[in-house]
């Protein structure tokens, strides 16, 4: 499972160096292999444990392609994703078509999302943020209104 927040920072390669805890469970799930595609909803990318994405691949194949919609997503989730490796000091290198679509500079934040992670640019993370906190009661969707934490 990978939780928290964590401000990081890429090198001037575009490489990610991997938090130790979540470095260990990807090591431990899958090896240090990793594949990183994009979210189609937000302007960030999605880090998942190679079994992981699997399964999701699978799933996203089985989709019904006469669907003008399914066949997009499918272009663009499959499209982009993209099988990395993490080197002898814990860090993947991110292609530049995918650091591009994040907006990915110097500054970026991992997020941990259970089954997968997250990668922000600092600046949209921050904004997307502060938009979550700002919404209105009204504005969450009814599968979160009966969720007790």
């Given amino acids: 499972m ?4 964590q401000h990081i920072n890429l090198d001037a390669k575009g490489r990610l ?8 469970s990807l090591l431990d799930i899958s090896a240090g292999s990793v594949v990183v595609t994009i979210d189609t909803q937000s302007s960030c990318l999605v880090l998942y444990p190679l079994r992981e994405w699997e399964r ?3 799933d996203v194949q089985n989709l019904p392609t006469l669907n003008p919609a399914v066949r997009r997503f499918q272009r663009l989730v499959l499209g ?3 099988d990395l ?3 002898g000091n814990g ?3 991110l292609p530049g078509a ?3 679509y994040a907006h990915l500079e110097k500054r970026v934040v991992l997020v941990g999302q259970g089954n997968k992670l997250e990668l922000w640019s600092e600046s949209l993370w921050e904004a997307e943020c502060e938009a979550a906190l700002a919404a209105e009661e ?7 209104m009966g969720l007790k934490l």
Avoid: K, N, T
Wanted: zero cysteines; hydrophobic letters at 40%.
């Fill in 98 to 100: 995918l650091r591009e």
């Fill in 91 to 93: 860090r993947i290198l």
């Fill in 138 to 144: 009204g504005d969450l969707p009814a599968e979160l």
């Fill in 17 to 24: 160096s991997v938090p130790a805890r979540q470095r260990e």
């Fill in 85 to 87: 490796d993490l080197d």
């Fill in 2 to 5: 990978f939780r928290g927040v």
């Fill in 56 to 58: 999701i691949e699978r």
């Fill in 80 to 82: 982009y994703a993209s």
